[in-house]
């Protein structure tokens, strides 16, 4: 009775084939998402690292004395200190920013409105954005 219908243990090769390439096409899609989730952690973490670095800098203008330290002093118009390093409102707290701001008076004769920006020094954009933060800071 072996007729013209026989059955067949096991896979064809075709049938190896199509599950290798799903197989394949499932694993370079796992390596995509690993790169790209390993990028959005390190701009996450630098991120992180600019925002507590600018916070650093707010804590360090408020200890200032707004009559003698030229970093809490009015700024200019001309030139803009957060498009450019100025003397007294730029500094470079790590390698990989500079941190400038820009002061404006406040609504009394205690206060300023500052402005602080971190840029990234390097070319690679994907790994480091600007941060900036406004407040009002208080002569004490």
Not at 11 to 25: H, K
Not at 40 to 64: N, P
Not at 74 to 101: C, G, H, K
Not at 126 to 134: S, Y
């Amino acid at each position: 009775m072996g007729g013209a219908w026989c059955r067949e243990d096991g896979m064809a090769l075709m049938e190896v084939l199509i599950a290798v390439g799903i197989l394949t096409v499932g694993l370079l899609g796992s390596a995509q998402l690993l790169v790209v989730t390993t990028q959005t952690h390190m701009l996450a973490r630098e991120t992180t690292d600019a925002t507590r670095l600018t916070q650093a800098k707010v804590e360090q203008l408020m200890k200032a004395n707004f009559g003698t330290d030229p970093s809490v002093q009015i700024s200019a118009v001309s030139p803009d200190p957060l498009e450019q390093n100025v003397t007294s409102y730029f500094d470079m707290p790590t390698l990989s920013y500079t941190r400038r701001w820009r002061v404006a008076a406040g609504p009394t004769a205690t206060t300023r409105i500052v402005t602080i920006r971190l840029v990234p020094t390097q070319t690679d954009l994907r790994m480091a954005k600007e941060v900036e933060i406004t407040t009002l800071i208080r002569q004490w």
